[in-house]
């Protein structure tokens, strides 16, 4: 598709009505359709025009709720109890207001992705122009846009092609939302198909935020061996000026190293990221260093490294002027959406700045023109570098033992800790001189300063975690393979057939926020042990960082140890959190471009195919944000499970499967159109695990798929079983409803698993060519 405008002029029209001289017409912009693709069935699709789809999931796996608060409190009838089987004022029942606070977490993520989107296109449109061609991968990648395909029916060549997508997005968020409202939608599966159609929304607008900036910065363009960038503290020259980007939207960041580099600037300033903007700028430019996630914000900020801070949107401690201004860093806002109540001084003259920065009359500042962030931040980091001689406010060795000794054991500060950590009793060692325990809390600890707002005492508890491990801080230093965005399509023609067939295990993708139950290295374990079994391991946002701060024993992370192609046993690092949209996009691809199925405007059909077929699973160890709420929905609705960490209840419900009700894993047999049963597989559409050994067994689980050959089934057996063994103890109990015909059994487990089968009165029963879609039996009758 092309979208253009047109412009032309009549030096004279004469009519009955009127007479024209010099007139000048503009049509806003005429749509050239170049796409030889059949539109399929759904494009632009409503509220409503998956519903069916959707119920096909939820009937199968219904929702589990798990109530963080009995009462709503969102409208004026007053607080509404809920327990039981009691209503709300408005009638609305307990399942019902669990699903609409799912559906409002799901529309406020999209609409972050959404506007994020937004005003990113909008700034490489201005930047670089609306016809900049669209380049996600060179000829390495046809498929450009798969989920904008998919779900819009459009193949965008240019940037201006993306703009009816962004309005369709932010349409339909706007209807989401409605729904919320009280007295709208009562039904609570009627909120959770709500709840996909905003997941699968949120992808649209990740995939057109990530398309945007590969295409118009220069980002790595499907690139297996994208460069290595540095990550951790250690990584820092704090001899130098360094500056500090936190959030997610790149142009200002990137605005700082064009001023860099057009001033010959680069090898005497640090540039330092925490959360997605670190991982896009070092996209941009590899010499920029990744501290880590989100829960990193609190220790690196009090380090008093940072000279200066920039911030834009999404995931920035709303606490930062506050903290900036303690260790005297000056603060540069950039988004209109995080303005912090400072002063706007966009209009204002570099000089004006820099001057009300370096004296120190003005804290912070809202700038919202990103070339000009990029020249004050560069400018104030040189200037105030000198001044504040790294001034941070962790205690020294000295100053711990006297604020620890202010410590009265009231447990305040673990009762607050979201992982329970034994604070207290660390404070108290650390007040005998005894820093051990304060050290061993470091690694799991979340950054997320409850600790502190709970003591009665005003100790700075998380600043005496982090100076007690400030030489374990100081030495970190890691690596991770930059983004590298889309998949290449010869990538999935290779992959296509062994994951479909089962004998590539599965893609398992490590996605979300950095609130892991025991610190980061859990996910870099993961990610190396389902390598080492030869799945596909995908990584994005900060689980892409926490992913290689981590080394084996011979040093190395799992970046340096694993390729960065999408093959067996490779780690593929897409990028920022909107590039969790080519994870996605690898998985529709796979039915596209393998198995040939139409792409275009054909959801359904995909996503059937998806869930039947493709192995994947999503892991948000560390979920936190409405955000991941959205990403996940989106992988929901294309049949993707995801497993969550054990904070992951917070979101108030499960979607779970009950293996044990034989009727609810009927599947059609495209060749016969008979309903035959197709197996337990995948058993859950989302779950949330106590422990990473519980996550790695479950992982395994949800790979299989009822279309397994069996080899494949046998592989994917051979892999639960032996972690199952491994990490729980013993074979799987219902190993019996997994396997289907004899030569499903792994060969090397084969004598224990046929007197597991003989217990529980196994019979074989027949493996499916499986469809959810009465249509695709037609089709395929008819075929």
Not at 223 to 247: F, M, Q, R, W, Y
Not at 278 to 300: E, H, N
Not at 574 to 586: K, M, P, R, W
Request: overall charge neutral; hydrophobic content about 40%.
């Amino acid at each position: 598709m092309s979208r253009k405008s047109v412009n032309f002029s009549i030096k004279e029209i004469n009519s009955d009505l009127a007479q024209f001289r010099d007139l000048n017409i503009t049509i806003g912009a005429i749509t050239e359709e170049k796409w030889e693709e059949t539109m399929g069935p759904t494009p632009y699709p409503s509220l409503t025009t998956l519903r069916s789809w959707d119920q096909r999931l939820l009937n199968r796996y219904k929702p589990f709720y798990l109530p963080f608060c009995d009462l709503c409190c969102l409208c004026t009838y007053g607080k509404c109890d809920l327990t039981g089987t009691k209503r709300g004022a408005c009638g609305i029942s307990m399942p019902a207001q669990q699903s609409r606070t799912v559906l409002i977490a799901a529309c406020i993520g999209a609409a972050t992705h959404i506007s994020h989107s937004r005003d990113l296109l909008n700034y490489v449109i201005e930047t670089y122009g609306r016809d900049c061609p669209i380049n996600v991968g060179g000829t390495g990648v046809e498929v450009e846009a798969p989920i904008v395909r998919l779900v819009c029916g459009l193949k965008p060549e240019t940037l201006g092609d993306l703009e009816p997508v962004l309005d369709y997005c932010e349409n339909q968020v706007t209807q989401l939302l409605a729904v919320t409202h009280t007295g709208q939608e009562g039904n609570n599966l009627d909120f959770e198909s709500k709840v996909f159609h905003a997941g699968m929304i949120d992808h649209v607008g990740m995939e057109v935020a990530d398309i945007a900036q590969i295409s118009a910065l220069g980002f790595p363009k499907a690139d297996p061996e994208s460069a290595l960038a540095d990550l951790g503290l250690g990584t820092v020259d704090t001899t130098k000026p360094v500056i500090l980007v936190i959030g997610h939207n790149v142009p200002p960041a990137t605005a700082i190293i064009d001023y860099l580099k057009g001033n010959g600037l680069f090898s005497e300033i640090e540039v330092t990221g925490i959360c997605c903007t670190a991982l896009d700028i070092t996209r941009y430019s590899p010499r920029a260093k990744i501290i880590g996630p989100i829960s990193w914000q609190l220790r690196y900020i009090r380090s008093g490294v940072p000279d200066v801070i920039v911030i834009d949107e999404q995931c920035v401690r709303t606490d930062t002027l506050t903290e900036a201004t303690r260790i005297k860093a000056p603060l540069i806002a950039t988004s209109e959406k995080n303005c912090l109540g400072l002063p706007d001084m966009t209009n204002e003259t570099v000089e004006a700045i820099v001057t009300g920065f370096v004296s120190g009359n003005i804290p912070g500042a809202l700038i919202l023109d990103p070339e000009k962030v990029g020249e004050v931040a560069v400018r104030v980091a040189q200037a105030v570098a000198p001044k504040r001689k790294k001034h941070g406010v962790l205690p020294t060795k000295h100053q711990l033992a006297e604020w620890a000794k202010k410590c009265t054991q009231c447990m305040l500060c673990r009762r607050a800790c979201p992982n329970d950590l034994p604070i207290a009793q660390a404070i108290k060692m650390a007040a005998s001189g005894n820093l051990s325990g304060l050290d061993e809390l470091y690694d799991d600890c979340l950054g997320c300063g409850r600790c502190e707002s709970a003591c009665k005492q005003k100790i700075p508890v998380h600043s005496l975690i982090v100076a007690a491990a400030d030489k374990k801080t100081r030495e970190e230093t890691y690596c991770l393979r930059t983004g590298r965005g889309a998949i290449q399509d010869v990538e999935i023609r290779k992959v296509g057939g062994p994951i479909v067939l089962g004998e590539i295990p599965g893609v398992v993708a490590f996605v979300g926020c950095a609130n892991y139950p025991k610190g980061s290295r859990e996910v870099a374990e993961m990610c190396m042990e389902f390598a080492k079994r030869r799945y596909i391991v995908c990584t994005s946002g900060c689980s892409a960082m926490s992913a290689g701060m981590y080394r084996d024993e011979e040093g190395k992370t799992a970046y340096e140890r694993y390729s960065g192609a999408f093959e067996a046993g490779g780690i593929v690092n897409v990028g920022s959190c909107v590039a969790n949209s080519h994870i996605a996009g690898a998985a529709i691809k796979i039915a596209s471009i393998f198995a040939k199925r139409p792409l275009r405007g054909n959801y359904e059909e995909i996503a059937d195919y998806v869930y039947n077929r493709v192995g994947a699973v999503g892991v948000a160890w560390g979920a936190m944000s409405q955000k991941a709420a959205a990403i996940a929905a989106g992988f929901w609705r294309l049949g993707i499970p995801v497993v969550v960490g054990p904070h992951g209840t917070k979101y108030r419900r499960m979607l779970l499967g009950r293996a044990d009700r034989d009727a609810d894993w009927f599947v059609y047999d495209a060749r016969t159109g008979e309903k035959v049963y197709g197996g337990p597989v995948p058993e859950h559409l989302f779950f949330a695990a106590e422990t990473k050994d519980e996550a790695m067994v479950m992982v395994a689980k949800l790979t299989m798929r009822p279309n397994d050959t069996s080899k494949g089934r046998a592989i994917k057996l051979a892999n639960y079983i032996d972690l199952h063994k491994r990490l729980v103890g013993g074979i799987p109990p219902d190993v019996y409803r997994l396997v289907r015909v004899h030569a499903d059994i792994p060969l090397t487990m084969k004598n224990e698993i046929l007197v597991h089968l003989t217990e529980h009165d196994w019979k074989e029963s027949a493996i499916p060519d499986p469809t959810l879609l009465p249509r695709m039996v037609h089709q395929k009758k008819v075929g």
